[in-house]
């Protein structure tokens, strides 16, 4: 019953997730689970099923997550979009730090810059439940990085993984090692991609979809006494030579440096059980490249974003089911882009597309729950204030020829505000109900961004420093049956958003990209609205058989009666497992129905559903006292020439692909 | 412990103001002498005076700021208080003509007498330029020639053309550089002057000017233009837009109330 009451209350209630993948066999300090919000047994399989190498992607990863879709434009660094809401709706964090992306075009999210090797756990929250990690609508997607466990000896660990996919004559090594103490403990991993263009269902070779990276992490965690822990993370993140055949051109290269140093100092005194802080700061540079493209002109485009901030948050338990958390959350982002073309016999042309911005945002967050026999709530509330500028008076100058003086700063506030009501019918039925509402601040790009181009549209996109904040009204309704052999769970979802931001054609304006079909001004669109319902399952058949999936429908509609851009259709993964005492097989399946409701002013096209087979098996065994695994797979069996809706340019994804996979643990 | 820990966070985030915060520069005396940052073009004496004429930069086919500095070298003291004229002639062997000209008069506040002189052709085979410096001390006129170059710079800077309204003037427009194209708004200034005589190069005052910037490359434009309107003595200001760096054409259409007098002209500014 408490634990039930656990699973209701703690964490971030119904809608914050979090997806456990860490190695249960490492040793656990009581103190870190409290860090941790209560992993819901059922989702931590979902994970688990698709993770079955160090080598797995996080991209399908994230596929296979339930209210997680993916925008691609290749085979690298798909970007997660949550209820059709991504980009600057949603907050992608790194162990909370914020972290920007440094590509105009989108083409770095965060969420490149982990790798199973160094990740514990993937928190998702949707909509309004982001909030803990800043003023969002669509959600929050934070990745947990690993976190070694300290042991009463010595221990050194290491793992060594490989595996090779027949797709790309693609390669991936990966490569963990783990010492831990009494007071120390830390985790390095390094995993190296290097991956060829790939083949289409049908055996075309898909150009431009090659992408070569190394990842590199340090986690480092000091136990100063049993009141005071130290962590630091490093991560260095390495890509070169990506190509992009959902966009014009590719990527040269793309650096993360990510450093954090966290704090957490174990109270235990009176009400307040603890105090989590951190400092963190990272750069990305980011360089597109366009020499192995047949353009008019060669371009470079590079891009850099910088941030630095710190947080803390304070956690009060004051007993008979009250129970409070407070942050606060200070951070600062500089960024820069600009592009320099080279014609032929003439002057380059140079241009600002992010002209000099820095932004600090400075929040607070409040988190209240109580429960109560059957019953539980939640309340969520938080403020920010944004303060962005154009640092450089070349960055003024860009703006003044649009008739715009920058030269003040652009201060704002956003506001988020939940409530969740909890109840439990039965010991395995329960059910919560989510008010919302939050607010958004436009992004760099959206308010910004000089003519920077849209390859799925063919429009050059111009900022506008006047956009009011987007903001959503939510309400969410959901119920979750857990037993000792199933687990099922129905969600019914709906955002009403106001100021949705949105390109419109102004026809005063040229274009600056050679070809583009005109220029866009971001603006705000009085209302749209996203429903949607989505349902996971997970059922043990047996001792042998287990069975797990997720489908989603979503619905959205500008107050135009236009689309909202960006619903994929109706579409799920599942999986069927047998599982014998030293191996398993697993068929999983991948499917979408048709999407014809699109949004042709946002260059979309209508697609066709799919329906992609998978096989993998896994067996491991003992030798030279050592654990060895294998692994075969067999991915889109039917070599099924398809691509999903939000797939950019409606390139074709990977055809029959054959992956040999070994890891060893030593 | 608990304000242990506030105090903690207060610590790391001050190391992290400490790293935003950047560094200041001194300020940079100015320079002493005010044609330090011009090129000499010429130099001459007369009588006691020692002529030196200045530029922004080696004398083109267009509009030329100069600066004429007079040293008196029996006290070595420049010499403010005179009024100066300028006379360009071009000697063409079998005729002779002069240029549109803005005169100095009287010093500016850095000692220097500050002309204007549009060459409209350049120095070479067809015949060489003289600048002739006239003081007036008040103890009667004082000449020097100055034997000066003129060349073509690659991208026009004047545009010469017959009016083609009723009037039929012979006209000189001349692009007023600023320091430095940049990025963003730039002034966008042009003079226009017509052949009154060989030696009479009167401003035009009365005149419409419309102004449309285009990247020829790329085959797109600017917003938020501004078209010159006149200010003073034939000069007509305005703005001009650019989106970047690069090759700029800037087409002008002039006009006299409602009859054309020129378009399909354009300078090219690349930056």
Known sequence: ????????????????????????????????????????????????????????????????????????????AREPIIHGMSAGQIKVTIDGMHIYGACTDRMDPVTAYVEPSNLKDIELGTGSAGMAFGPTIGGSLNLHTADPHFSSKPVTKAMLSADYH????????????????????????????????????????????????????WIGKWRINSQHLLKADVIYDDAWDIGYPGLPMDVGFAKARIFGLDHTHFVR????????????????????????????????????????GAFSEAFWDFGHGHELMAKVDVHRHNAWADMTMYPENEAPMYMLTWPNTRRWIAGSYVRYMYHHHKHGIQV???????????????????????????????????????????????????????????????TLSEQFGYYLYNAQDGFDYIGNPHLLNEKALQATWNMIYSGHHATASVKVFGYRIQDYIFGHIDPSLSTMTIGANGVKRQENVPLAYITGISGSYHFHLGHHWSLIGNAEYLHGWLDNGDPVPQIPPFMGVSALRYQGKRWFVQGESDWALAQHRVNHA???????????????????????????????????????????????????RQGRNIKVGMEVHL | MFYQSITRLAVLMMAAAVMVAGCKK???????????????????????????????????????????????????????????????????????????????????????????????????????????????DGD??????????????????????????????????????????EVGINPFKVTV???????????????????????????????????????????????????????????????????????????????
């Open chain 1, 602 to 652: 946002f260059g979309e096209h209508p697609s066709h559903g799919h329906s992609i087979w998978n096989l993998r098996a896994v067996y491991e065994w003992d030798m030279f006292h050592k654990v060895w695994e294998v692994e075969m797979a067999v991915e889109n069996i039917m070599d099924q020439n398809y691509h999903l809706f939000l797939d950019w340019g409606q390139i074709p």
């Open chain 2, 26 to 136: 001194d300020p940079v005396d100015p320079p002493i002498d005010p044609t330090d940052d011009y090129t000499l073009i010429q130099s001459g004496t007369v009588d006691q005076y020692e002529v030196e004429v200045y530029a922004h930069e080696d004398l083109f086919v267009g509009y030329n700021p100069l600066y004429v500095q007079v040293t008196n070298t029996t006290n070595n003291k420049i010499e403010e208080d005179l009024t100066v004229m300028l006379m360009p002639m071009m000697d063409m062997g079998t005729m002779q003509h002069s240029a549109p000209i803005e005169q100095p008069g009287t010093a500016n506040a850095d000692g220097l007498y500050e002309g204007q002189v549009v060459f409209i052709m350049p120095s070479g085979a067809m015949g060489s330029w003289t600048l002739t410096v006239k003081l007036d």
């Open chain 1, 269 to 308: 005194h009176r009400k307040l059980s603890r105090i989590h802080s951190k400092v963190f700061y990272n750069v990305i540079d980011h360089a597109m490249d366009d020499s192995e493209r047949e353009v008019p002109i060669h371009m470079d485009m590079p891009g850099f974003s910088q941030t630095m």
């Open chain 1, 1 to 76: 019953m408490l634990l039930l009451s656990a699973i209701v209350l703690n964490g971030y209630g119904q809608q914050h997730r979090v997806y456990d993948i860490s190695d249960t066999n490492k040793p656990i300090l009581l103190e870190e689970i409290i860090i941790l919000h209560q992993p819901d047994i059922f989702e931590d399989s979902t994970l688990e099923f698709y993770q079955s190498s160090q080598l797995s992607n996080l991209d399908m990863m994230l596929h296979h997550m339930p209210d997680i879709k993916q925008i691609s434009r290749g085979a690298f």
């Open chain 1, 380 to 442: 969520d509330a938080r403020v920010d204030y944004a303060n962005a500028k154009l640092t450089t008076q070349e960055g003024l100058n860009h703006w003044a020829v649009f008739g715009e003086d920058l030269s003040s700063a652009d201060q704002r506030l956003t506001y988020n505000l939940r409530g969740t009501w909890g109840y439990e019918w039965t010991h395995h039925l329960r059910s919560h109900i989510t008010f919302g509402y939050s607010e958004r601040l436009p």
């Open chain 1, 166 to 217: 027949s797709i790309s004559n693609g390669r991936d090594l990966a490569m963990q090692l783990l010492t831990s103490g009494k007071h120390l403990a830390s985790e390095i991993t390094a995993t190296y991609r290097d991956h060829n263009p790939y083949r289409a269902g049908g055996g075309e070779v898909v150009d431009y979809s090659q992408y070569n990276k190394l990842n590199l992490s």
């Open chain 2, 193 to 271: 002057h017509k052949r009154e005589t060989m030696m009479d190069f009167p401003a035009v005052e009365d005149l419409t000017v419309e102004i449309e910037p285009e990247m020829p490359t790329m085959g797109h434009g600017s917003p938020n233009n501004v078209d010159p309107t006149h200010d003073s003595r034939g000069h007509y200001r305005g703005e001009v837009n650019f989106t970047m760096t690069g090759f700029w054409r800037v087409h002008l259409t002039l006009k006299r109330g409602a009859d054309m007098v020129k378009d399909d002209i354009y300078f090219d500014i690349t930056f």
């Open chain 2, 140 to 181: 009667g006129m004082k000449e020097v020639d100055l034997n000066v170059s003129v060349s073509e710079k690659s991208e026009a800077r004047m545009l010469t053309f017959l009016g083609e309204d009723a009037a039929q003037e012979k006209l000189f427009v001349s692009l007023v550089e600023p320091a430095e194209w």
